[in-house]
């Protein structure tokens, strides 16, 4: 039976990939976007050369009547929901000593609390099929922190926090939750750092690379496929998180 996946933030960089990758594998996806609705466009038309359709739609996901809306679409237009990414997601680069209440908010809204909501939204349609995969997109300053990104550090260590949790939770109900967390990936959002700089990580790498967004659509397909993994933050970073 056909698989239907909600993906947030699918617009671009990793969600977009994490989309497309599996709408090529035969999952009817809803992609979700805000602001970057070319983008989300953009991506509808490639895959339609291609034969293959997907929806998007446009959801804040920092709130809540958005994400009902979201999820009501997928519930009526499929009855059901099997799959939900949560990769929305924002960063900024900042002393931490400058944040504000404002940025407070915005940070961990878009990162952990529309992974809450969302997670909770679609829920009683998991709960009922006794069903569902839920994969969280973290990230490498969830686990090890990251100077000058205190704020989105602490938003990727609740994500990893409440994928643990939730996994015990909701194991019984044969809903699996697992996170992953990537280091340092070519996406829009890293483009923050210079040649020199992405050098300099790259020596601290062991693989000595940094990652592309494919390489964390891969590993969503594994935990999509896996039936008995549930509960884990697995770490895609080329070594660079090894301890």
């Not at 958005?66 to 997601?89: C, S």
């Amino acid at each position: 039976m056909e698989k239907i996946a909600i993906v947030t933030g699918a617009s671009r960089g990793i969600g977009r990939e994490i989309a497309k990758n599996l709408a090529k594998k035969q999952i009817k996806v809803i992609a979700n976007y805000n602001n970057s609705e070319k983008e989300a466009n953009e991506l509808k038309e490639e895959l339609k050369k291609e034969n293959i359709e997907i929806d998007i739609f446009k959801a804040d996901v920092t709130k809540r009547e958005e994400i009902k809306k979201l999820v009501q679409f997928a519930e009526e237009k499929y009855k059901k929901i099997d799959i939900l990414i949560n990769n929305a997601g924002i960063s900024e680069y900042k002393m931490f000593s400058d944040e504000t209440d404002e940025d407070w908010n915005r940070i961990i809204n878009t990162n952990l609390y529309s992974a809450f909501a969302m997670t909770q939204e679609v829920l009683p349609n998991m709960i009922h099929n006794k069903n569902g995969c839920i994969i969280n997109i973290s990230s490498i300053w969830g686990i090890v922190g990251a100077s000058l990104e205190v704020l989105y550090s602490i938003s990727k260590a609740g994500i990893n926090g409440m994928t643990k949790a939730l996994a015990k939770e909701l194991g019984p109900s044969n809903i699996r939750v697992n996170a992953i967390a990537p280091g340092i990936i070519k996406t829009q959002m890293n483009s923050k750092f210079s040649i020199d700089e992405i050098n300099k990580i790259k020596e601290e790498i062991p693989l000595e690379k940094i990652g592309d967004p494919s390489d964390i659509a891969k590993c969503v397909n594994w935990l999509i496929e896996d039936e008995y993994t549930t509960g884990q933050i697995i770490s895609i970073n080329g070594g660079w998180s090894i301890t």
